[in-house]
């Protein structure tokens, strides 16, 4: 099945040529669990293992990227979205604005002014850029960092980590708004 890799590649060629970056990197979730499993171990739990598919196209992914000279991050024991953040943040500066390329609604906690969230273009939508102000609009809050709060209260199903029993979106927005 190539479909993962023809999308990658589809995607990756859009970013080059409509954003242009002066740098760019790819993480990958290494093989084994992270430290949140040895934390929680239900992390994660209720997932499927990787499709087929995906673990067909990785290899072939990487090798695409050392084609194009695009360094791939991949460390022990942390998850690729962890490796993102750290180096987001590690690396934007007063000079330097950083893109988080994205779909995951965790990253909205590390979004500030030189920080943005980057949704790749799907389903014939554009792609999309989030700073503050549309992480704090969509999610009900005054400040990026609350999403942290927001969903401890809230819950995340896609990384099964529950939330509050009775505790809703709009109830978790609610209260984050009202105590901070």
Known sequence: DSSAVYGFVNTLEEVLRNEKPDFIGVAFD???GTFRHEMYKEYKAQREETPEG???AVPYIKKILE???????????YEAD???G?????????????????????FGQLVTDKVLL????????????WGPKEVCERYGIKEP??????????????DNIPG??????????QLVGQYG
């Open 54 to 56: 995906i673990r067909f």
């Open 118 to 129: 980057y949704k790749p273009a799907k389903f014939g939508e554009p792609a999309q850029v």
């Open 145 to 158: 960092r609350q999403l942290i709060d927001f969903l401890g209260l809230w819950g995340d199903a896609a």
């Open 30 to 32: 290494p093989k084994g």
């Open 67 to 77: 084609a194009y000279n695009i360094p791939t991050l991949e460390v022990a024991g």
């Open 86 to 106: 750290t180096l987001a943040w590690r690396f934007s500066s007063d000079e330097i604005e950083v893109f988080m390329m994205t779909p995951d609604k965790d």
């Open 82 to 84: 962890d490796v993102i």
């Open 164 to 173: 509050i029993p009775g505790i809703g979106e709009k109830t978790a927005a």
